[in-house]
Structures are given as structure tokens and as C-alpha cells.
């Protein structure tokens, strides 16, 4: 059980560039005025966007923002300008184009203000580019006074250190895929806290948008208070979302925390000022009824952000800025009793775990023994990033370990959920290329690194035709070929077509590992090729050529002693109507029809290719050998098929692009007295029908 408690304090907090002052720097009449043409207007805004600037709240940074933008218009140059709105990018949802304004600032007049290569610092951590944000924090620093450094060194200090973090986690980044959940979620407003009903595929979270309930804005913060929404996953997206309405949301903050197990229980916040309470609602029909308050677990004097609660709802684990802590925020954790009616008193997680720096949104995960959390501190690359922390048998947790690059970012990174297989995660994050402010994404866990095995040359196109194929393997297990030590494998890539030799970009994986063993080109003139093959290891041999449809197939070399020359030529062909596809690296377990994890980045690169294609529609269609009853058999198959369909949707593919079929045993390539016969039969195979 998951209790995620969001405050109107929190998130003004929460996602507010920490923990060093902007300083106001009036734009001079006489600097600003370059002709008397439409200096009126733009001195107007001006004026304007320094009244909202000077409210330093979320919400007038934005406004300001608007204002700064029209009045550089009418000059474009001007330094002071220039910074003003750099920092408003920085203050708001947007702090990646900040650069470009700062940048100018400093290049027409590099004292601006004195810290104006702090701020250039920070546009650049915020782009990734690590070296010139060190750079300049590092200028910066050298600039000071020794009464000044000794007060801003701490801070300094720590923006390097991030910086130094986001280098190295860059270098070996996390593979899985990140998506935003689409415009039926996210808006230009922030959206945050997913709560996920699965049985229903229903979404709940939270929102500040323009039709809030009560349509006003929380003066602590600029921004509209918070609303619960609700949306549904149909036809491969969510749908538009829709409010609660009353009596979930009222014209105060109420915020989405928790449901219960069977979808019936919601869990929400309300506050209002900063203060608040837990509430719960029930699902009687059609509608939920009034939340009923309950029991706190709060103290009044300190402020709770986050709770979490494992499954059995013994241990409590919750952000508080409690004294006795490491820091400001820190996490706790509370036991109950024996007999399950209190909590306990509540201790502190450690040093180990907490950190001078605050930490916020936890989580732990469906075992009890995974914590993750927010935190400024360890090594964040910036803002808020997520961390994982064990709990190991002894009570005690594991240094925390950052969840990685691309997956983290130099901003806020935050409320990140596990689905209980692990192979999915749900966080808010104001990453590049979302809606407009904090958004909420899905990532794509997809497991130990397998480089895919396409062709670096045209990458986008990843399936082969079916016309005269090198041997595929069973989607199950590879073929055993048994042939002897210091084997090759060599051929010929030529045009399906017209028969011309074809140069294509061959590669040899190492199934095992995901090691790349090799890279070869066949000749352009002959289309020849040869691949050595070290013994006893299980590999995926690709070829692809721009222009021409990616190929591959799986096989085993077994440990002899020794040399043979194994024979593979190869045919690609561009795509067309009528062309069956087989999908080779998609896998299933044995008599069932979940899709195993590595799985996905095939049929990701199908899903890129359906998106880029989008007058391409595609038969999926799943294929058994004879074994079972022919009824068993069609089911499967069925089922397989519209296992890849429902993935396929998942990653944003049009519906009415792809057809699930299920051709049970009717189908088969081979004959089913033989063990391979039976592997070839058992496949998954892609048809185009229209292009």
C-alpha cells in the first residue's frame, strides 16, 4: 500500500530550484530604448514582468516569463533583459532554454550581476553539458571574496558535484525506454502522483489545471490547486481525463494518494495553506462518496510529504522534517505492534540512507525489501533523482544506489512506482519534450544489456521478408547446430530481387552476454562475407543494408574440435505487400502467452517502424506446431498474437494498423516429426497487408 501526501507547502518546494537566491536587475530605460517605435508597449511589459518577477512565486515566474519575451521583441540585446528572463526559464517548467538567454546576457555584458556565471552553470547542467557548467561554477568560485566564498562554497560545491554525477552516470546509461503517457494524461499544467487501479487499466493522479475546482490559485504559490483526475487505458493510449468532481475535489488542494487492491477505496490529500489531512473515499455503484477523515499520522508541528506502507501493513515508512534527523527531510520508518492497533515511536533510516539534503517521495516496493525514494543528496545529477536502497536481513539498508541515466535528469525526477513484475516503472519528471510542466512518463525496464541486433545503417527498418530466409530459429530455443571448433560462418548478401551483390553490415552476438563478438561488411562488388566463430557459445547473426529489410537468426556453435565452414547466404529485399515477416526475437515461456521482457526491444523497432509507416497495416499473427490438441493450439496462438498487439498499442501504434490472428497448427512450415520441423512451426510472424 502506497500513501503519497501531497501538500500545497511540498510542491512549491519540491520542484523549486533549491537553495540559492536570484537577484533582481533592473532594466535601465536608457540601455532598453534603442528608437521611439514601439518603446511605449515594450516598457510596458517590461514594468510588468518586473512586478511579477519580484513576487518570486512558481506561478509569476511564468507570467513574468510571457511579458520578458514580448519586450525582447523590441530589443533583443539588452543584458538585463536578457538575464531576467534566463532566470524565469529557470524558475519554470522550461529550464533547459534558459541557456540561450543567459549566454547572451553574459556575452553583451558579463556584469550583469556578480553571479552571473553561476547562473550560466546552471542552463548548462540543465543541458547536459556537464564540462561548461563545471567550468563556470568553477570561475565563479574564483571570483569570490574569502568572507563570500566561505557562505557559498557549500553550495557550489555541491552543483559540481552533481555535474561530476551526471557525467559519469551519462556513460552508462540505463537501457530502457521512457514515453510520455500522451496528451489524454499530461497538459501544459503539472501532472503528478500516478496511482494505478491495473485490473481496470484506470489511472488517477493529480493535477493544477485551468478548470480546477474552483478555478482559483493558491496565493502561496501562483499556481490553481490541486484536482484528482481519472483516466482510462483503451484502444493502445489513455483516454482524455476526466474530474472526480465533487465530493473528491473541492475548491481547495485534494490530491490523489493511494487505492485499495480491489478499487474501491481511494485515498486522498486536502490542504489548504500548507496544512492538511488523509482522507478516504469509497466506491458505492457509480460514484464515491464523501472522504471521510482519517486517523493522522502526523504531528502538527512538522510536515509529513510521503508515506508508503508495505503490503501487510506492519512497517510505515514516511518523509518528515522531524528533529533527529540527518537533514531537513529525511526518511522514517514506524513498526506497529503486535497486536496491529498503533504505530510505534518512530526511528530515523540512517546515515546510510539520508543524507544533509532532502529527500522526498518514497516508495517501497511489493516484497517490502526495495526502497526507492527521491533525494537531492548522494550523487544526484541534479534536482531530485530516484534511488533504490535494500534491506538486507539484518534490518540494515544497502548504500543507495542512483537508478540511472536516461531515467534521471539534471531536474526534478520524482513519485516513482514499481509495477509489482518490475519490468515497468511510473514517475513525474519536467524532462525535455513533455507537455509543458511536470509530466507523467512510463518506463520500459528492459533488463541486462542485448544490444539490438539491427543494422547501424538503417536502423528504423527492422524485419526481414520471408522469401528464401536464412534458417529462423523456434521463438523458444535456438536450433543446436552441431558443428566443429574454429567454425565461420560465410556467404553472400544479395538483392532479393535482382540478384546483385549487396552491401550489408553483418554482426555476430553472443546471446549469453549481449556481447557484440563481431562487426563485418560483406563486399559491395561481391557481396561476400565471413564471420568467425568462436566454439560453444549461443549467437544471433545479423545482416542489414540501407534501403533493405533488416534479417537475423539464432543458432548454437557447439564446443568440437574441429574446423568447419558453415554456409549463409542471405537475401534482403525492401518492403512490400505480402511480405511475411517473422519475428525472431520475440519470445514466450513454454505453453504460454506473456511476453518475456526481451522481447521488447524487437517489437519496440516494430512499433517505430509501424509509427513511421503509417498507411503500413500489419496481419500478427501466432503459429503452433502439431503437439496438443488442435483447440489448445489455436487458443495459444491467438492469444500470442494479441500478446505482441496489446504491446504494439502500448507503444503508441495505431489500432487500425494491426490484426491479431491465431492460426494454431494449420499453418506450418515445416513438417512436425521432426524436433527443428516443430521449432520453425512454433514462431510469430508479421504480414503486410496494405502500403
Not at 517605435?37 to 507570467?63: D, I, P, Q, T
Not at 568572507?147 to 562554497?153: F, G, I, R
Not at 483526475?229 to 475548491?251: C, D, I, R
Not at 526481414?464 to 530466409?469: D, G, L, V, W
Request: hydrophobic letters at 30%.
Amino acid at each position: 500500500m502506497k500513501l503519497k501526501i501531497i501538500t500545497a507547502l511540498l510542491f512549491a518546494g519540491l520542484f523549486a530550484n533549491i537553495s540559492y537566491a536570484q537577484k533582481f536587475v533592473k532594466v535601465k530605460k536608457s540601455e532598453y530604448k534603442i528608437e521611439d517605435e514601439g518603446f511605449k508597449e515594450a516598457w510596458k511589459h517590461v514594468k510588468k514582468g518586473n512586478h511579477l518577477f519580484r513576487m518570486n512565486k512558481k506561478g509569476s515566474f511564468s507570467e513574468a516569463l510571457n511579458d520578458y519575451l514580448t519586450a525582447l521583441n523590441y530589443n533583443e540585446d539588452n543584458a538585463a533583459l536578457n538575464y531576467l528572463t534566463g532566470i524565469c526559464y529557470l524558475k519554470t517548467a522550461e529550464p533547459r532554454k534558459a541557456l540561450k538567454y543567459i549566454d547572451n546576457a553574459y556575452f553583451n555584458y558579463s556584469g550583469v550581476t556578480e553571479d552571473i556565471q553561476y547562473w550560466l552553470g546552471r542552463a548548462y547542467q540543465y543541458n547536459y553539458k556537464f564540462k561548461d557548467a563545471i567550468d563556470n561554477y568553477e570561475d565563479y568560485r574564483e571570483s569570490l571574496s574569502s568572507k563570500k566564498y566561505k557562505k557559498l562554497q557549500y553550495k557550489i560545491n555541491k552543483r559540481i558535484e552533481e555535474c561530476e554525477s551526471g557525467e559519469k552516470l551519462m556513460q552508462n546509461p540505463v537501457r530502457c525506454f521512457i514515453d510520455n503517457l500522451g496528451n489524454g494524461v499530461n497538459t501544459k499544467a503539472p501532472e503528478y502522483s500516478p496511482v494505478f487501479f491495473f485490473k481496470d487499466s484506470v489511472l488517477y493522479f493529480t493535477s493544477r489545471r485551468e478548470n480546477t475546482t474552483g478555478g482559483k490559485k493558491n496565493p502561496h504559490t501562483g499556481l490553481y490547486y490541486e484536482d484528482v483526475y481519472m483516466s482510462h487505458f483503451s484502444n493502445g493510449k489513455w483516454q482524455n481525463a476526466e474530474q472526480l468532481g465533487y465530493p473528491v475535489n473541492t475548491k481547495h488542494n485534494d490530491a490523489v494518494t493511494d487505492i485499495s487492491p480491489e478499487g474501491r477505496e481511494l485515498c486522498i490529500y486536502r490542504g489548504y495553506k500548507g496544512a492538511g489531512d488523509l482522507y478516504n473515499s469509497q466506491y458505492k455503484g457509480d460514484y464515491w462518496t464523501k472522504p471521510r477523515k482519517m486517523k493522522r499520522i502526523d504531528k502538527e508541528k512538522y510536515r509529513e510529504s510521503s508515506v508508503s506502507v508495505t503490503r501487510d501493513s506492519m512497517i510505515l515508512y514516511f518523509i518528515s522534517d522531524r528533529k533527529g534527523g540527518q537533514g531537513r527531510q529525511d526518511i522514517w520508518v514506524s513498526y506497529k505492534t503486535q497486536d496491529g492497533r498503533k504505530w510505534q515511536t518512530p526511528q530515523n533510516l540512517g546515515p546510510v540512507v539520508n543524507t544533509k539534503y532532502n529527500e522526498e517521495t518514497v516508495e517501497i516496493s511489493a516484497d517490502g525489501k526495495d526502497l526507492y525514494f527521491s533525494s537531492k543528496g548522494h550523487n544526484s545529477m541534479g534536482g531530485y533523482d530516484v534511488f533504490k536502497t535494500h534491506r538486507n536481513n539484518d534490518g540494515t539498508w544497502t548504500e543507495p544506489e542512483n537508478i540511472g541515466y536516461p531515467i534521471n535528469t539534471p531536474g526534478d525526477d520524482v513519485f516513482f512506482m514499481l509495477t509489482p513484475n518490475e519490468h515497468f516503472g511510473y514517475y513525474a519528471s519536467d524532462r525535455e519534450g513533455g507537455y509543458g510542466d511536470k509530466d507523467i512518463y512510463q518506463i520500459v525496464f528492459l533488463g541486462p544489456e542485448k544490444p539490438l541486433l539491427i543494422s547501424k545503417e538503417n536502423p528504423d527498418d527492422l524485419i526481414a521478408y520471408f522469401a528464401e530466409p536464412v534458417k529462423e530459429t523456434d521463438i523458444e530455443k535456438p536450433v543446436n547446430i552441431k558443428v566443429i571448433q574454429l567454425s565461420t560462418v560465410s556467404g553472400i548478401v544479395t538483392d532479393a530481387l535482382s540478384g546483385e551483390p549487396v552491401k550489408a553490415t553483418l554482426e555476430l552476438v553472443d546471446n549469453a552476454t549481449g556481447e557484440v563478438v563481431k562487426v563485418v561488411q560483406s563486399y559491395a562488388s561481391t557481396g561476400s562475407y565471413t564471420v568467425p566463430l568462436p566454439p560453444g557459445k549461443d549467437y544471433a547473426l545479423t545482416a542489414g543494408a540501407p534501403d533493405y529489410f533488416f534479417h537475423s537468426e539464432n543458432f548454437i556453435i557447439a564446443d568440437t574440435s574441429t574446423h568447419e565452414v558453415i554456409r549463409k547466404d542471405i537475401r534482403l529485399q525492401p518492403m512490400g505487400v505480402g511480405a511475411k515477416i517473422v519475428l525472431n526475437n520475440v519470445f514466450f515461456d513454454t505453453g504460454k502467452a506473456v511476453l518475456r521482457p526481451e522481447s521488447f526491444p524487437e517489437l519496440n523497432r516494430l512499433a517505430a517502424l509501424l509509427i513511421r509507416y503509417k498507411n503500413i497495416r500489419v496481419e500478427i499473427s501466432g503459429h503452433t506446431d502439431s503437439q496438443g490438441s488442435a483447440a489448445f493450439n489455436q487458443k495459444l496462438s491467438q492469444r500470442r498474437a494479441q500478446s505482441v498487439v496489446d504491446y504494439l498499442l502500448t507503444r503508441n501504434v495505431n489500432l487500425a494498423q494491426i490484426v491479431a490472428v491465431g492460426y494454431g497448427e494449420t499453418q506450418p512450415r515445416a513438417d512436425n516429426v521432426t524436433r527443428a520441423g516443430r521449432q520453425l512451426n512454433r514462431r510469430v510472424e508479421a504480414k503486410i497487408l496494405e502500403k
